[in-house]
């Protein structure tokens, strides 16, 4: 079946760096995104990986391994405004978007 | 001005009333989305279509239809409401011409059925 698997909850401490996890078993792979969604708010698209490697932007940074089944969103310089819930999201090739349940981050002064 | 709009952004309704969520996007894509969201649990795709002759069922269509009237919009029914029906509802659109498959969310609407 299809299962993508994130962490529930972490806590992190302004300024600091966060690393959030995801593994992912699919039928079919067409890439990986990772959306923010802060309470009660529509998600937003942070990134896109298809290639193995790690992508830059900004203070986010996104890493996939293929052959792993495993991403990861690292999060640099964290500020309060950070505190969100963050999504994993695979493209199976199959025209849908298979969605983890997401992580809520909590970041404390 | 919001790309993709929803309305109503709240509702308050009772079991067994029939009701509707509207969609309207300006961004020109074609392919359009409705998901449910519940705590804890992962966005769940109720319907999609990727134009407006396409319409397609996803994981949980089961008590809900759809009427997509044009390019830019995209309508959600609930034929007859029922508390496990309360949620927060996302409409959103993608254009995978333009290189991936990246979609975009309107400001979601919370429906609690009484």
């Known amino acids: 079946g299809q299962n993508i698997d994130q962490p529930t909850e972490m806590t992190a401490t302004e300024g600091a760096i966060v690393q959030i996890n995801c593994t992912y078993q699919?039928?079919?792979?067409?890439?990986l995104f990772w959306y923010q969604q802060h309470a009660g708010e529509a998600p937003t698209f942070l990134s896109y990986?298809?290639l193995d490697g790690l992508e830059e932007k900004g203070r986010f940074s996104s890493f996939l391994s293929r052959s792993k089944g495993y991403s990861y969103l690292l999060l640099k310089e964290l500020q309060m405004k950070d505190s969100a819930s963050y999504l994993c999201?695979?493209?199976?090739?199959?025209?849908?978007?298979?969605w983890g349940a997401g992580t809520k981050l909590i970041i404390k002064p | 001005d919001a790309d993709v709009t929803q309305t109503p952004r709240n509702r308050i309704t009772k079991t067994g009333k029939r009701i509707m969520l509207e969609c309207s996007q300006t961004?020109?894509?074609?392919?359009m989305y409705w998901y449910r969201q519940d705590p804890g649990l992962g966005l769940r795709l109720i319907y999609y279509?990727?134009?407006?002759?396409?319409?397609n069922k996803g994981e949980i269509s089961d008590g809900y239809s759809v009427s997509r009237q044009a390019q830019a919009k995209f309508s959600l029914s609930l034929e007859s409401a029922i508390p496990n029906q309360t949620a927060l509802y996302f409409c959103?659109?993608?254009?995978?011409?333009?290189?991936?498959?990246?979609?975009?969310f309107g400001p979601g609407t919370r429906l609690t059925v009484l």
């Open positions: 990986n298809v």
């Open positions: 699919t039928s079919g792979f067409n890439g």
């Open positions: 279509s990727f134009d407006v002759k396409d319409i």
């Open positions: 959103a659109t993608s254009d995978p011409p333009q290189g991936t498959d990246t979609q975009y």
């Open positions: 961004k020109g894509h074609d392919r």
């Open positions: 999201a695979v493209d199976d090739s199959n025209y849908q978007l298979i």
